[in-house]
């Protein structure tokens, strides 16, 4: 059984898959460590799956094209190892990068290859990213050096219990990097230096922009309600407060029903965050119960 498993999930990849699996067969012949190369063809209507498969690589085919997030999920189910490194296969991420995670992996559950400001990516997503790290760190309470690189290793078995949580899109990384922390597992970032990928991105800034926010909103109630309820309770509570002291002090006017409503709101807000916690306890509970630990002998 291969001790690694490196999944590449590929869409319409033809002139540069082949490229991308024999550098990786290179750098992993090095570790001197049994490995296996997953390339997941999700629907694909050039040569990907033939030119990858030619290469050296176990392909997998969809039917037709489902999305980045639903190979990977087709890759984790698939794999053999007992670690898993999942990288793009547009050629943007460097193999020889792949030890520099691995290493890490065991005292960590999750390593992530974090982009520096050497690589080539473009200006707006680059500002984009700043944003969803800033929001995706006050979401789970600890620095997120690179919320959507996609390139990443991690224990199988922690990957495996969270394939129900990711989605079909590219913002499976969002998902799994705010999974992984809330839920108590180790996370490591490693600087590494992307390269400009080959072909035409398949990201739409502002969809999958839009979808990435909207992620980050969804795991975070799941794993963490309270942080996206208390500043919408509080916000609501003090708009309602400050409108009621306006209306008496400055236009003399009563109190009003539109400061009574918010306020009460805002208590209505702060009661279903304090449910949606417990919920979302018993859920990740129920999540440790279907995967145990595995005993130490």
Known sequence: MPAISVVIPAYNEKEGIATVVTNIQNAMDLMNRLYEIIVVDDGSEDETADRARRAGARVISHPYNIGNGAAVKTGIRAARGEILVILDGDGQHDPTDISRLIEKVGPYDMVVGARTSESETSLHRNLANRIYNRLATYVC?????????GFRAINARIA?????LLPN???YPTTITLAVV?????????????SKRSGKSKIKLLRDGARFF?????IATLFAPMRIFIPVSVSM????FIWGLVKILVYGGRYGPTSAMLMTMAVVIFMVGLVSEQVAQLRFDRSEDRNPAPSED
């Open 141 to 149: 309470g600890r620095k997120i050096e690179d919320l959507t690189s």
């Open 237 to 240: 509570f003090l708009t309602g």
């Open 169 to 171: 899109t590219f913002s």
């Open 160 to 164: 495996r219990s969270f394939v129900y």
């Open 182 to 194: 809330r839920s108590g597992h180790s996370l490591a970032y490693v600087p590494i230096k992307a």
């Open 214 to 218: 909207l992620i980050i909103v969804k």
